[in-house]
């Protein structure tokens, strides 16, 4: 059988449909379009990719998933606008962020983005053509004949309110809300939707106009929450942006996305850290969050229920107070289908290794959830299992991982064809100099990227004791605003400021920019997995990752430490 037959023999699946035709460009692994694409020019700047600089404008993208922040549909709408963005997307994975992102594209606006979703071996022959073609039902390149099926929402089993929504009797936005969420249904092969307790919206960051069209969008189209709804980190500190020299155009818009949202119902607060809040979701909930370190963490560590929803999808949910009842809202779905093997570092570390072992475990599993073994003797805080499910959420698109002897699930039984990973000391090693980039003059100290905890905010102020940032060297905390009351009341805030320290609420370091983020600082250092690997693809600075001490010890002295900490140094 030749390759047109064999790839006419495997029939995929139109997820959005249009015509379209380009040049083919293939990754060979996912790309977060959030702080790995630049929605003003389509390029890619993630130095993390290996296709940084190349442009997907007018391509048919081909990528396995993707993977990272739930932001990236709001980042391909913005392409989308802006007619800059992919000709055609193809996965051949399970994969929702972008392409919500083109359905809303489809649906709201009117400007088709279609994607397709193929078997491997279809896939991989694409992969190694110059150009494609998207007609109806056919894609053809090079010698290829790939028959697809168009995509329609199955027969689900809806409530009479869900039946009512799509009638229109709750209005425009919510029939909008309720088809979309049908059709996400039918993607993902559940013929069932289920109800959720409580949303966290992620698409608030103005780190383009799509976010605030969006959002202006449903809330003039009569959109409210129907269930308990935060709110996350803005892109401006909404009390007191006017007196930091914010620019007014940037800062009203700013604060009319956020208006948006509370219009819509959603609560004010502000955090990308939700879990922190008082009322943090309980083992079992079922909930629909979005922002990826939130929802990895509430799956991982709380043991509540909900997959990474993408942007806007995630107002659709709180809309409705439905989802999807797939992936990880079921048991199944929270099954590990890989083991990896974590060597710890011989002799003791410090709180750095939690951040880089989670940056080293979403690159061994791309696309699925692992269990992580040999940590059984280790002893995590709370805030140590918050850095490493931020920066496992940067290299792989899972929504959660287990740790043995350490997070409620992980006792699951594993997937019986389970990958197998061995992390060591020489791939921890390899993970810090991959995050350590930038200049050793340190003008920046970035914390709180997911927000600062109060017992990170009470370590940072003992770790200063009475000494004080260099005058050369800036600290900027990004905390949330109940965080950030309870820190006052405790006399938190006074000693950090005495020490030169600035805390800032509603913002977080994935939104800050200039000049709140001081446009003359170029050596950048932060405590965050996370934010070391966006660093460069947000503000344009390479950073340095060290522990809470070491950031400390930089905002003191200038200087980031001079090598590799010790303990990445021994053999075990």
């Given at each position: 059988?030749?390759?047109?037959?064999?790839?006419?023999?495997?029939?995929?699946?139109?997820?959005?449909?249009?015509?379209?035709?380009?040049?083919?460009?293939?990754?060979?692994?996912?790309?977060?379009?959030?702080?790995?694409?630049?929605?003003?020019?389509?390029?890619?700047?993630?130095?993390?990719?290996?296709?940084?600089?190349?442009?997907?404008?007018?391509?048919?993208?081909?990528?396995?998933?993707?993977?990272?922040?739930?932001?990236?549909?709001?980042?391909?709408?913005?392409?989308?606008?802006?007619?800059?963005?992919?000709?055609?997307?193809?996965?051949?994975?399970?994969?929702?962020?972008?392409?919500?992102?083109?359905?809303?594209?489809?649906?709201?606006?009117?400007?088709p983005l279609p994607t397709v979703s193929?078997?491997r071996t279809a896939y991989d022959a694409?992969?190694?053509?110059?150009?494609?073609?998207?007609?109806?039902?056919?894609?053809?390149?090079?010698?290829?004949?790939?028959?697809?099926?168009?995509?329609?929402?199955?027969?689900?089993?809806?409530?009479?309110?869900?039946?009512?929504?799509?009638?229109?009797e709750a209005g425009p936005a919510a029939?909008?809300?309720?088809?979309?969420?049908?059709?996400?249904?039918?993607?993902?092969?559940?013929?069932?939707?289920?109800?959720?307790?409580?949303?966290?919206?992620?698409?608030?960051?103005?780190?383009?106009?799509?976010?605030?069209?969006?959002?202006?969008?449903?809330?003039?189209?009569?959109?409210?929450?129907?269930?308990?709804?935060?709110?996350?980190?803005?892109?401006?500190?909404?009390?007191?942006?006017?007196?930091?020299?914010?620019?007014?155009?940037?800062?009203?818009?700013?604060?009319?996305?956020?208006?948006?949202?509370?219009?819509?119902?959603?609560?004010?607060?502000?955090?990308?850290?939700?879990?922190?809040?008082?009322?943090?979701?309980?083992?079992?909930?079922?909930?629909?969050?979005?922002?990826?370190?939130?929802?990895?963490?509430?799956?991982?560590?709380?043991?509540?229920?909900?997959?990474?929803?993408?942007?806007?999808?995630?107002?659709?949910?709180?809309?409705?107070?439905?989802?999807?009842?797939?992936?990880?809202?079921?048991?199944?779905?929270?099954?590990?289908?890989?083991?990896?093997?974590?060597?710890?570092?011989?002799?003791?570390?410090?709180?750095?290794?939690?951040?880089?072992?989670?940056?080293?475990?979403?690159?061994?599993?791309?696309?699925?959830?692992?269990?992580?073994?040999?940590?059984?003797?280790?002893?995590?805080?709370?805030?140590?299992?918050?850095?490493?499910?931020?920066?496992?959420?940067?290299?792989?698109?899972?929504?959660?991982?287990?740790?043995?002897?350490?997070?409620?699930?992980?006792?699951?039984?594993?997937?019986?064809?389970?990958?197998?990973?061995?992390?060591?000391?020489?791939?921890?090693?390899?993970?810090?100099?991959?995050?350590?980039?930038?200049?050793?003059?340190?003008?920046?100290?970035?914390?709180?990227?997911?927000?600062?905890?109060?017992?990170?905010?009470?370590?940072?102020?003992?770790?200063?004791?009475?000494?004080?940032?260099?005058?050369?060297?800036?600290?900027?905390?990004?905390?949330?605003?109940?965080?950030?009351?309870?820190?006052?009341?405790?006399?938190?805030?006074?000693?950090?400021?005495?020490?030169?320290?600035?805390?800032?609420?509603?913002?977080?370091?994935?939104?800050?920019?200039?000049?709140?983020?001081?446009?003359?600082?170029?050596?950048?250092?932060?405590?965050?997995?996370?934010?070391?690997?966006?660093?460069?693809?947000?503000?344009?600075?390479?950073?340095?990752?060290?522990?809470?001490?070491?950031?400390?010890?930089?905002?003191?002295?200038?200087?980031?430490?001079?090598?590799?900490?010790?303990?990445?140094?021994?053999?075990?």
């Amino acid at each position: 059988m030749n390759t047109a037959s064999q790839a006419a023999a495997h029939v995929g699946r139109i997820l959005i449909a249009g015509d379209a035709s380009g040049e083919v460009l293939a990754f060979a692994e996912g790309l977060s379009f959030w702080g790995g694409v630049d929605p003003e020019t389509g390029r890619i700047i993630d130095v993390h990719h290996p296709n940084h600089g190349a442009s997907v404008a007018g391509k048919v993208l081909l990528m396995p998933t993707s993977r990272g922040s739930c932001s990236g549909s709001g980042v391909l709408l913005q392409l989308s606008l802006n007619a800059i963005a992919p000709a055609a997307l193809v996965f051949c994975e399970h994969e929702e962020i972008l392409t919500l992102g083109a359905l809303v594209s489809d649906r709201i606006f009117d400007r088709p983005l279609p994607t397709v979703s193929l078997p491997r071996t279809a896939y991989d022959a694409l992969a190694r053509s110059g150009t494609a073609r998207l007609s109806g039902t056919r894609l053809t390149a090079d010698h290829l004949d790939i028959a697809l099926a168009e995509q329609r929402a199955g027969d689900l089993r809806l409530s009479e309110k869900d039946v009512a929504l799509l009638n229109g009797e709750a209005g425009p936005a919510a029939r909008i809300a309720m088809e979309i969420i049908c059709l996400v249904a039918a993607w993902e092969g559940t013929d069932r939707l289920t109800d959720i307790t409580r949303g966290h919206i992620d698409g608030c960051i103005l780190a383009h106009s799509a976010n605030l069209i969006f959002a202006e969008k449903l809330a003039d189209l009569g959109a409210r929450v129907a269930v308990p709804t935060t709110i996350n980190a803005i892109s401006v500190d909404r009390e007191n942006w006017r007196t930091q020299n914010v620019p007014a155009d940037f800062g009203e818009r700013a604060s009319r996305l956020a208006d948006a949202y509370v219009r819509m119902g959603a609560r004010p607060v502000f955090t990308c850290a939700p879990y922190l809040l008082e009322d943090a979701p309980e083992a079992g909930e079922t909930i629909g969050w979005s922002e990826s370190n939130a929802v990895i963490f509430a799956n991982t560590v709380l043991g509540a229920r909900t997959p990474k929803h993408p942007d806007y999808f995630d107002l659709f949910i709180a809309m409705t107070g439905r989802a999807p009842a797939s992936g990880v809202y079921t048991q199944s779905g929270r099954m590990p289908r890989g083991v990896i093997e974590v060597e710890p570092p011989g002799g003791g570390g410090d709180e750095l290794f939690w951040p880089l072992l989670g940056w080293l475990a979403g690159r061994a599993s791309p696309d699925h959830i692992p269990l992580l073994t040999g940590l059984e003797d280790e002893t995590p805080s709370p805030d140590d299992l918050k850095a490493l499910c931020a920066a496992f959420g940067t290299t792989s698109g899972a929504p959660m991982l287990h740790i043995a002897g350490h997070t409620p699930e992980a006792h699951l039984p594993t997937a019986p064809d389970a990958s197998r990973h061995r992390i060591g000391p020489a791939d921890f090693a390899e993970a810090w100099r991959e995050l350590n980039r930038g200049d050793r003059k340190i003008d920046l100290v970035a914390i709180g990227s997911p927000h600062a905890s109060l017992p990170e905010a009470r370590r940072l102020a003992d770790l200063f004791g009475a000494r004080r940032c260099n005058p050369s060297t800036q600290m900027i905390v990004t905390i949330g605003r109940d965080t950030l009351r309870a820190a006052r009341a405790e006399g938190i805030v006074q000693r950090l400021e005495g020490a030169g320290v600035r805390l800032i609420p509603d913002l977080c370091w994935c939104s800050i920019v200039e000049p709140v983020f001081p446009p003359d600082a170029r050596g950048l250092m932060t405590n965050s997995g996370k934010y070391a690997h966006y660093a460069h693809g947000l503000s344009g600075r390479h950073a340095r990752l060290g522990s809470l001490g070491d950031c400390v010890e930089a905002a003191v002295s200038g200087l980031a430490p001079e090598a590799i900490p010790a303990w990445l140094q021994r053999s075990p």
